[in-house]
Nanobody, 124 residues
């Protein structure tokens, strides 16, 4: 049974930083590309970042480029999202997702496993 468990969310002031973690189990982690998505109330789920199976390639949504960094540790079955210079518009539930599509997709439809999400709230 595949499980993805996010942690690290919380309340932070604008300009601050948070580091999200996602612990994966029940899958051969290094064979999955991983992604982070977010969803604010009343909005569509939005691509944030993705990383290839071995971590050599990454992709970012335009709104987070140069502020967020995705990384992974295949030895620990973990994926991380370092978020710097946070803005109120970054407020959302953040989801970790896993894809075996063979490439690190920016589309949510390529991901077959999802975590429950962790809330990030950025105050102004």
């Amino acid at each position: 049974q595949v499980q993805l468990v996010e942690s690290g969310g919380g309340l932070v002031q604008a300009g601050g930083s948070l580091r999200l973690s996602c612990a994966a189990s029940g899958l051969i982690f290094s064979t999955y590309s991983m992604g982070w998505f977010r969803q604010a109330p009343g909005k569509e789920r939005e691509f944030v970042a993705a990383i290839s199976r071995l971590g050599g390639n990454t992709a970012y949504g335009n709104s987070v480029k140069d502020r967020f960094t995705i990384s992974r540790d295949n030895g620990e079955n973990m994926v991380y999202l370092q978020m710097n210079s946070l803005k109120p518009d970054d407020t959302a539930v953040y989801y970790c997702a896993a894809s075996n599509a063979g490439y690190y997709s920016t589309s949510r439809y390529a991901y077959m496993y999802w975590g429950q999400g962790t809330q990030v709230t950025v105050s102004s």
